[in-house]
């Protein structure tokens, strides 16, 4: 079978202070041991090259905690060696995610001199009130430093993350936010909707969040404003300028592959056989270090034939032009009769559409789609 594209997810797992809302495998710094970290992330790489096949990397991603603490040395050590381990294509998309509080110009320049050739900025908010509410470590003047520094360092495709929903917040500070980032003509944005998830601060001693009439109307005010702007929808929660949509999360979203390497790092990958399996590496940064070669990974699975159909959807229907039945079929090895049931009943519903040999969630859809993900599995 022709297998699908690879990405390359890279996870830094340090930051300079936990957010009250993250729940992602982050911890907070004290002294970087840049050396040791790359030193196992390499050693992690090359007992994992077996699992490629003869592929070439498209896409490439250093996620965090905030990657921008490394030094430009240490990333360039970390591209340097990565490109000798694994053929990397020579049109690759190679970002890594940055924050306000950990910018500096001639940081970003060495960034981009090392070959990272796209950043995310962690910007949140343009609101020092709500910077505050959210426990950033960032105020808005060094917000719009870091934009001006990915700008002059040579970064024509950049991600502004941005928040809405956030606490107190109505339609007017939302828009604004909106407005300042879309002000720098971003090639990408990411807007998405503050949640409460579990083992987070937040969870713990919840802020006073908008109420739900509230939050449709932030939302549906956010995207007349984006699309005035010109920015297209892709996904839920992605934006872009025409053609910069970012390759290594569109990969994700269509059930391609990736393997992941560093503390807590998850990986999906498929053998020639049309097996699926799915990895995990261990999640604290101290015990992942001191792994001995062939044992960073903490868990192994294969998925079985029935949660093929619902992991596939839980990705697809996520993109606005939702899935070819041709890509269903490549990426599962299943027949799409395999699931003309539920896609029947779907249809029905109103919940999904079928265009010639396209199938995608309608505008009502979108509205319940964790519950048509769970009609597959």
């Known amino acids: ?75 360039a050590r970390l591209l340097q060696e990565v490109g000798k381990r694994v053929a990397l294509s020579p049109a690759l998309e190679a970002t890594m995610e940055a924050n306000p509080g950990s910018a500096e110009a001639d940081k970003f320049a060495a960034f981009h001199a090392a070959g990272i050739n796209r950043l995310s900025l962690g910007i949140q908010s343009f609101q020092d009130g709500q910077l505050q509410s959210l426990g950033r470590v960032h105020n808005s003047e060094q917000a719009h430093a870091a934009i001006d520094f990915a700008c002059a360092a040579g970064f024509d495709s950049f991600n502004i993350d941005l928040m809405h929903g956030l606490p107190g917040q109505g339609i007017e500070s939302a828009s604004t ?29 919840p802020p006073a969040l908008p109420v739900e009439d509230t939050l449709a109307d932030i939302q549906d005010n956010g995207e007349h404003l984006l699309t005035r702007n010109g920015m297209q929808q892709y996904e839920v929660s992605a934006y872009s300028q025409p053609g910069f949509e970012c390759r290594h999360n569109s990969n994700y979203w269509s059930f391609g ?19 699926i399996q799915r990895t995990a590496k261990r999640r604290q940064p101290g015990e992942y270090m001191s792994s001995p070669v062939g044992a960073f990974t903490a ?27 041709s890509l269903f079929e490549s990426r599962t090895g299943l027949p799409i009769s395999s699931i003309r049931t539920p896609l029947e009943q779907l249809i029905d519903r109103g919940l999904l559409e079928k265009l010639e040999t396209t199938i995608r969630t309608t505008a009502l859809g979108r509205r319940f789609l964790d519950s048509i993900v769970a009609e597959f599995f």
């Not at 936010?177 to 001693?205: C, G, M």
Request: aromatic share 10%; glycine share 8%; proline share 8%.
């Open 1 to 75: 079978m022709e297998l699908p594209p690879l990405g390359l997810y890279i996870h830094l797992p340090w930051c300079e202070r936990k957010c009250p809302y993250c729940d992602f495998n982050s911890h907070e710094a004290q002294d970087l041991p840049e050396a040791q970290y790359i030193d196992a992330l390499l050693q992690d790489l090359d007992g994992d090259i077996a699992l490629l096949q003869p592929r070439q990397v498209e896409t490439l991603f250093i996620g965090g905690g905030t990657p921008s603490l490394f030094s430009a040395p240490a990333i």
């Open 177 to 205: 936010d909106l407005r300042t980032a879309l002000s720098y003509q971003p090639a990408h944005l990411s807007w998405y909707q503050l949640t409460i998830e579990p083992n987070t601060v937040f969870h713990k001693r």
């Open 257 to 275: 592959d990736y393997l992941g390497i560093g503390a807590g790092a998850h990986g999906k990958i498929t053998a020639p056989d049309g097996s």
């Open 299 to 325: 868990k192994t699975r294969i998925l079985t034939q029935d949660e093929v159909p619902g992991e596939f959807m839980l990705n697809a229907l996520r993109l606005n032009q939702g899935f070819t039945i």
